[in-house]
Protein backbone atom coordinates (compact mmCIF):
# COMPACT_ATOMS: atom_id res chain seq x y z
CA UNK A 1 0.00 0.00 0.00
CA UNK A 2 0.73 3.38 -0.98
CA UNK A 3 0.40 7.00 2.06
CA UNK A 4 -1.08 9.32 0.19
CA UNK A 5 -2.28 12.69 0.77
CA UNK A 6 -4.91 14.79 -0.57
CA UNK A 7 -3.21 17.35 -2.92
CA UNK A 8 -6.60 19.58 -3.50
CA UNK A 9 -9.89 19.13 -5.30
CA UNK A 10 -9.79 20.45 -9.25
CA UNK A 11 -12.81 20.27 -11.81
CA UNK A 12 -12.67 18.25 -14.71
CA UNK A 13 -12.32 20.53 -17.83
CA UNK A 14 -15.49 19.13 -19.93
CA UNK A 15 -18.31 18.90 -17.68
CA UNK A 16 -16.84 20.65 -14.71
CA UNK A 17 -17.32 18.00 -12.23
CA UNK A 18 -15.40 17.84 -8.84
CA UNK A 19 -12.26 15.65 -8.59
CA UNK A 20 -10.10 14.40 -5.94
CA UNK A 21 -6.51 14.52 -5.90
CA UNK A 22 -4.47 12.53 -3.87
CA UNK A 23 -0.42 12.74 -4.05
CA UNK A 24 1.91 10.06 -3.08
CA UNK A 25 4.68 11.63 -0.62
CA UNK A 26 7.69 11.55 -3.40
CA UNK A 27 4.87 13.91 -5.42
CA UNK A 28 5.27 11.67 -8.55
CA UNK A 29 2.31 10.30 -9.03
CA UNK A 30 -1.26 12.00 -8.60
CA UNK A 31 -4.42 9.84 -8.47
CA UNK A 32 -7.33 11.46 -9.69
CA UNK A 33 -11.33 10.60 -8.22
CA UNK A 34 -14.31 12.07 -9.17
CA UNK A 35 -16.64 12.47 -6.51
CA UNK A 36 -19.50 14.80 -5.95
CA UNK A 37 -19.86 18.25 -5.27
CA UNK A 38 -21.47 17.99 -1.58
CA UNK A 39 -18.17 15.82 -1.22
CA UNK A 40 -16.18 18.12 -2.73
CA UNK A 41 -17.37 20.91 -0.51
CA UNK A 42 -16.90 19.17 2.59
CA UNK A 43 -13.35 17.88 1.23
CA UNK A 44 -12.75 21.76 1.28
CA UNK A 45 -13.91 22.81 4.45
CA UNK A 46 -11.80 19.88 6.05
CA UNK A 47 -8.51 21.06 4.50
CA UNK A 48 -9.51 25.54 5.61
CA UNK A 49 -10.18 23.88 8.74
CA UNK A 50 -13.52 25.81 8.54
CA UNK A 51 -16.14 24.31 11.68
CA UNK A 52 -19.85 24.86 10.65
CA UNK A 53 -22.24 26.06 13.32
CA UNK A 54 -23.70 22.58 13.20
CA UNK A 55 -22.28 19.72 12.30
CA UNK A 56 -22.56 18.13 9.06
CA UNK A 57 -22.83 14.98 8.08
CA UNK A 58 -19.08 13.95 7.96
CA UNK A 59 -18.87 16.03 11.21
CA UNK A 60 -21.48 13.98 12.59
CA UNK A 61 -19.82 10.83 11.49
CA UNK A 62 -16.43 12.31 13.51
CA UNK A 63 -19.17 12.85 16.20
CA UNK A 64 -20.39 9.53 16.86
CA UNK A 65 -16.58 7.51 16.53
CA UNK A 66 -15.95 9.83 19.28
CA UNK A 67 -18.51 9.37 21.78
CA UNK A 68 -18.54 5.34 21.21
CA UNK A 69 -15.04 5.41 22.01
CA UNK A 70 -13.79 4.38 18.51
CA UNK A 71 -10.63 5.84 16.67
CA UNK A 72 -10.58 5.95 12.79
CA UNK A 73 -7.33 4.16 12.16
CA UNK A 74 -6.71 4.54 8.25
CA UNK A 75 -8.76 4.94 4.74
CA UNK A 76 -8.12 2.09 2.38
CA UNK A 77 -8.69 2.64 -1.13
CA UNK A 78 -8.50 -1.11 -2.08
CA UNK A 79 -10.19 -1.31 -6.08
CA UNK A 80 -10.86 0.23 -9.08
CA UNK A 81 -13.56 -1.38 -11.28
CA UNK A 82 -15.43 -0.12 -14.21
CA UNK A 83 -13.97 3.36 -13.44
CA UNK A 84 -15.52 3.28 -9.53
CA UNK A 85 -13.28 3.51 -6.91
CA UNK A 86 -13.52 1.69 -3.70
CA UNK A 87 -12.78 1.78 0.03
CA UNK A 88 -13.17 1.29 3.63
CA UNK A 89 -12.26 3.05 6.72
CA UNK A 90 -10.37 0.72 9.43
CA UNK A 91 -11.63 2.20 12.95
CA UNK A 92 -10.43 0.44 16.01
CA UNK A 93 -12.25 0.28 19.28
CA UNK A 94 -10.24 -0.97 22.28
CA UNK A 95 -8.39 -4.26 20.63
CA UNK A 96 -11.19 -4.20 18.08
CA UNK A 97 -10.79 -3.32 14.64
CA UNK A 98 -13.58 -3.44 12.01
CA UNK A 99 -13.34 -2.42 8.25
CA UNK A 100 -16.54 -0.40 7.13
CA UNK A 101 -17.28 -0.16 3.20
CA UNK A 102 -17.60 3.48 2.42
CA UNK A 103 -17.33 6.02 -0.97
CA UNK A 104 -13.32 7.14 -0.93
CA UNK A 105 -15.22 11.19 -1.25
CA UNK A 106 -17.01 10.30 2.38
CA UNK A 107 -13.90 7.94 3.63
CA UNK A 108 -11.14 11.00 2.56
CA UNK A 109 -13.48 13.59 4.52
CA UNK A 110 -13.49 11.94 7.41
CA UNK A 111 -9.67 10.91 7.67
CA UNK A 112 -9.16 14.81 7.31
CA UNK A 113 -10.99 15.76 9.82
CA UNK A 114 -9.37 13.02 12.23
CA UNK A 115 -6.04 13.73 10.75
CA UNK A 116 -5.86 9.82 9.64
CA UNK A 117 -3.71 8.46 7.26
CA UNK A 118 -5.18 7.94 3.86
CA UNK A 119 -3.80 4.38 2.16
CA UNK A 120 -4.37 3.16 -1.34
CA UNK A 121 -3.46 -0.65 -2.92
CA UNK A 122 -0.37 -0.35 -5.28
CA UNK A 123 -2.34 -2.25 -8.18
CA UNK A 124 -4.80 0.85 -7.77
CA UNK A 125 -2.16 3.29 -7.95
CA UNK A 126 -0.72 1.44 -10.87
CA UNK A 127 -3.87 1.34 -13.09
CA UNK A 128 -5.02 5.18 -12.23
CA UNK A 129 -2.41 7.43 -11.54
CA UNK A 130 -0.96 10.08 -13.88
CA UNK A 131 2.41 11.56 -13.20
CA UNK A 132 3.06 14.88 -11.63
CA UNK A 133 5.14 17.45 -13.56
Same mark, same amino acid.
Given at each position: ????????I?L?????????L??D? $??????? /???G &??????? @?? !????????RP????L????????????E???I?A?? $?S????? /?R?? &?????K? @?? !?????AIA?????D???W????????????V?
Amino acid at each position: MIEMKVAGIALDAAKRNPIVLLRDA $DERRALP /IYIG &QAQAESI @IS !AIENYHPPRPLTHDLIVNMLEAWGMELERVIIHALQ $DSTFYAV /IRVR &QGDTIKE @ID !ARPSDAIAVALRTDSSIWVMEEVVADASIPVD
